[in-house]
């Protein structure tokens, strides 16, 4: 099949194509993400287990948190640019394997100085999985319809906070004691199994690129191979300069990037590693209602990222998508510092923090993509996830810092939001409006029966119009 018969192709028959590839891959994607979140962030409910048999402080369980970021920032570029060499199945596959020893293996510690060790190859097992998947779904999805199906897999984060969260107490409740085996040992064996078993499941059912997808027709090909050649087309038109790490890193476009995910990695620090311990200091001490009052945040999460994700695509708006809900997350975390001692309030806020958090977390992951490209992508995306990570990394220490400073978590909150604000800032003023402006494909050609266009159907065009580039001016 040529690949100009994908012009042939109604916007109904494309939408559904594009859902065939979403239901073939996006399941297993966040299948895998989610357990990824569950056995980095479960230490926020082991600690209470690791507080009482090992003795461990906040101070221990921030820098823990922060050596799985120093792992991770280490070997997430090279994870990645292996990947774009070995192709996505078998990076996906190490990854999950080497997490899953890692994580049972933290059953062993003992003290600190094992707790960051453990902690640390964790970090290094993971990296490159997030910006993996990333870039695996730029190689199936034009940047056109990228932040739904990106939304879609972010979905993972919210679920294993909501899921994993309950689950987690659920585990060390009733498993603490077993076999002599403590609470948190039991949490660690368990939950290091599951990727193990998702490793042989992704081996026998990933293909790298659409071209070697068996379940694919030719015809199904050829319309994703057009779309991603237009895209590229559209992307080379507005960065021509773009070619490997040494070119990425002298374009600023890359950096500012990097500093907006300095935010948003301290708002997943907030979210994801802070929420149980802010539960915790309410005055809620029961690990399992710990685990079910932690859950009740990412539930809300997971509804408002869909409708922020579904309505940036419908606009191909992302600065703002990206902004606003970052604002709503540093207004709710100054007013967090001042009511901690109100359980039920606090989880309100939380549930707040959260909605804000996975909502912008979406949309700005979506950014990086639509205009870095092909050459530029594994190591762009990887790079601005790095950078993210240096402060995921840096926020938890200092978090616990000031805490031993004031004695006092609210300081350390407050000092977070300013880090958002920053973000925000970053965003708006270092990302123009008109580099992220992204051309229809066809668009006043390709009207279904209805007379919905393919912007109005989820598939927000593809990247030419009428057989030219459409330019920021022509588009707004």
Request: overall charge neutral; hydrophobic content about 50%; aromatic content about 10%.
């Amino acid at each position: 099949m040529a690949i100009n018969s994908a012009t042939e192709v109604s916007p109904a028959e494309k939408k559904r194509i594009y859902r065939k590839v979403a239901l073939r891959l996006m399941p297993l994607l966040v299948i895998c993400y989610f357990i990824s979140f569950i056995d980095r962030t479960n230490i926020g409910i082991a600690q209470i287990g690791l507080e009482r048999d090992l003795g461990f402080s906040e101070a221990v369980y921030a820098l823990g948190v922060s050596c799985f970021f120093i792992g991770f920032i280490i070997f997430e570029i090279p994870s990645n640019a292996l990947m774009s060499r070995i192709g996505a199945r078998k990076t996906i596959v190490r990854i999950m394997m080497l997490w899953g020893l890692v994580t049972i293996a933290t059953m062993f510690i003992t003290g600190p100085v094992t707790f960051y060790i453990a902690r640390f190859f964790l970090g290094v097992a993971e990296a490159g999985f997030f910006p993996g998947c990333l870039l695996f779904l730029s190689y199936w999805f034009p940047s056109s319809r990228r932040t739904g199906v990106t939304a879609i897999f972010f979905m993972a984060i919210p679920i294993s906070g909501a899921v994993g969260s309950a689950m987690s107490g659920w585990i060390m409740s009733a498993f603490g004691g077993v076999a002599g085996l403590a609470d948190w040992q039991w949490l660690f064996i368990i939950e290091g199994i599951p990727p193990l078993i998702l490793a042989g499941i992704a081996w026998l059912s990933l293909c790298d690129r659409p071209s070697q997808a068996v379940w694919l027709s030719d015809v199904e090909k050829a319309v994703i191979e057009r779309d991603l050649a237009d895209d590229s087309a559209t992307k080379g038109a507005r960065s021509e300069s773009h070619g490997g790490l040494r070119v990425a890193l002298r374009d600023p476009r890359v950096w500012i990037l990097g500093l907006g995910a300095c935010a948003a990695y301290t708002f997943a620090n907030a979210v994801s590693f802070w929420t149980p311990r802010i539960i915790h200091r309410s005055g809620i001490d029961d690990p399992l209602s710990l685990g079910l009052l932690s859950a009740i945040p990412p539930i809300g999460g997971i509804i408002v990222m869909l409708l922020v994700g579904g309505h940036s695509d419908r606009t191909r708006e992302r600065r703002w998508h990206t902004a606003v809900p970052w604002l709503t997350g540093v207004a709710t975390m100054f007013i967090l510092a001042f009511t901690l001692d109100t359980p039920p309030l606090v989880v309100v806020l939380l549930t707040v923090m959260a909605c804000a958090h996975y909502s912008g977390l979406t949309v700005f992951y979506s950014i990086p993509s639509i205009y870095l490209s092909p050459r530029t992508a594994a190591t762009g995306i990887a790079f601005v996830t790095a950078a993210g990570s240096v402060m995921a990394a840096v926020a938890p220490a200092m978090l616990a810092a000031i805490q031993v400073i004031t004695g006092d978590i609210s300081v350390g909150l407050m000092a977070s939001g300013l880090i958002i604000l920053c973000g925000v800032f970053v965003v708006l003023i270092g990302i123009p409006a008109r580099s992220l402006r992204e051309a229809d494909t066809r668009l006043c050609t390709e009207l279904n029966a209805d007379g919905e266009s393919p912007v109005d159907q989820g598939g927000r065009g593809d990247g030419v119009a009428s057989g030219r580039v459409v330019s920021g001016d022509e588009e707004r």
